[in-house]
Nanobody
Framework: QVQLAESGGGSVQAGGSLRLSCAAS????????MGWFRQVPGKEREGVAA???????SYADSVKGRFTISQDGAKNTLYLQMNSLKPEDTAMYYC?????????????????WGQGTQVTVSS
């Protein structure tokens, strides 16, 4: 059974940086996509960044140039480096995975989810 565990969230001032990690246990897919999503209360969960096992990545327009998704296959860990954080980046951040191609930012394209880690950016 695949499990995803996020860490690295916290509180930071605007302009600061955080790095989120997502440790995947029981993850033996050769073909996969993994992504980061975020959600604030009362809003839909939105895709932030994604990557697939072939390497290509995709980003939401709102984070391009500020966030970087990466993966360490040896550690089965996905990362999200977040720089130049803004108050509007405040949200619960979730890691997600699925055994298919394509660095999708669509929630429906993912079947495995972590519990989330809170990111709060103050002005």
């Amino acid at each position: 059974q695949v499990q995803l565990a996020e860490s690295g969230g916290g509180s930071v001032q605007a302009g600061g940086s955080l790095r989120l990690s997502c440790a995947a246990s029981g993850f033996r897919y050769v073909t996969y996509r993994m992504g980061w999503f975020r959600q604030v209360p009362g809003k839909e969960r939105e895709g932030v960044a994604a990557v697939d096992s072939r390497g290509p990545s995709s980003y939401a327009d709102s984070v391009k140039g500020r966030f970087t998704i990466s993966q360490d296959g040896a550690k089965n860990t996905l990362y999200l480096q977040m720089n130049s954080l803004k108050p509007e980046d405040t949200a619960m951040y979730y890691c997600a995975a699925a055994p298919w191609w394509g660095a999708s930012l669509q929630r429906v394209d993912y079947s495995i989810w972590g519990q989330g880690t809170q990111v709060t950016v103050s002005s």
